[in-house]
């Protein structure tokens, strides 16, 4: 998963690899959650995401649970 500022520049990579896919802005910006393809199902992760210093600093991704 990577963010990038709306005019192309800032890219950001948040995570290394994997399948993810659903992903979803919390509602105040400042987690991101996202499923990761794992063996033959997901798991569920999060991202906390801090803005407060006029750039993105990205936590490390945390997990939630699993679902097939």
Known sequence: LW???T???GR???TDGGRNRGVSWSPDG???A???QQ???FGLFYIEIDTSGG???PG???RLGDFA
Request: zero cysteines; a positive charge; glycine letters at 16%.
């Open 3 to 5: 963010v990038i500022r």
């Open 7 to 9: 005019d192309g520049t």
């Open 12 to 14: 950001q990579r948040l």
């Open 30 to 32: 400042g987690r991101l």
């Open 34 to 36: 996202f499923a990761r």
């Open 39 to 41: 063996g033959n199902g």
């Open 55 to 57: 750039t993105i600093a």
């Open 60 to 62: 490390k991704p945390q």
